[in-house]
Nanobody
């Protein structure tokens, strides 16, 4: 069992930055791929970014490439999402998720555990 708790969301003006964190419980955190997904009002949840167990592989949605950066600290059981140059269209609830299978997580096929989400609102 892995529990995930997101933090760092909030209200920011367009062009601003936020840093999301996802803290995981459990001693086996380091073996999981981690990902961030988001869901905007009236839209389906979409993939944002994923990172493999050791941070050596990452994939980003085209909409966030060059603006968002994912990283992880396995010693702290935490994954981070640095979001820069935020746009109003980035407004959504952001969820972190984990899976033992990086490809399934990245492709949205499966996520074994989800966090509760944190709201990010970008004003124009």
């Amino acid at each position: 069992q892995v529990q995930l708790v997101e933090s760092g969301g909030g209200l920011v003006q367009a062009g601003g930055s936020l840093r999301l964190s996802c803290a995981a419980s459990g001693r086996t955190f380091s073996i999981y791929a981690m990902g961030w997904f988001r869901q905007a009002p009236g839209k389906e949840r979409e993939f944002v970014v994923a990172i493999n167990w050791n941070g050596g592989t990452t994939d980003y949605a085209d909409s966030v490439k060059g603006r968002f950066t994912i990283s992880r600290d396995n010693a702290k059981n935490t994954v981070y999402l640095q979001m820069n140059s935020l746009k109003p269209e980035d407004t959504a609830i952001y969820y972190c998720a984990v899976d033992l299978d990086y490809v399934k997580l990245r492709d949205g096929v499966r996520a074994q555990y989800w966090g509760q989400g944190t709201q990010v609102t970008v004003s124009s």
